[in-house]
């Protein structure tokens, strides 16, 4: 199972969202190994360029020019797996305490926080 989702931040935010994240995935990947899974990863996605060729994927999501693009994947064996890890994440009250902090990064309006596009089966 793949879990995808896509969120955005202010792009003069960057280094604090970088190390947000990595308090994040410091948590949640050691767990998610430690069930089969692999993940989390977040990638910076198309930044901004001066003069767009086509429609992209900042515009699908509503990115404003000073703001990043972010994806998160994390990959888990099947569904069970994927409940079960992300319920004994969840539990930890360091883990929630540093979403909290890493969300409050997040941009808030229709189309653009942290929008979950569900899970897809892995090839």
């Excluded at 994390?74 to 909290?100: E, M």
């Amino acid at each position: 199972m793949l879990h995808l989702e896509f969120f955005a931040t202010p792009t003069a935010k960057r280094r604090l969202v970088l190390r947000r994240l990595r308090a994040v995935y410091g948590i949640a990947g050691a767990a998610t190994k430690v069930e089969g899974g692999s993940g989390p990863w977040a990638y910076l996605l198309e930044p901004k360029r001066r003069r767009p060729v086509s429609p992209s994927v900042r515009t699908l999501f509503n990115v404003r020019p000073g703001e990043d693009l972010w994806v998160e994947l994390a990959f888990y064996p099947n569904r069970s797996n994927l409940r079960r890890t992300i319920g004994k994440i969840w539990k930890r009250s360091d883990f929630q305490n540093v979403v909290v902090q890493a969300e409050s990064l997040n941009a808030r309006r229709k189309r653009s926080n942290s929008v979950d596009l569900g899970r897809l089966k892995a090839a």
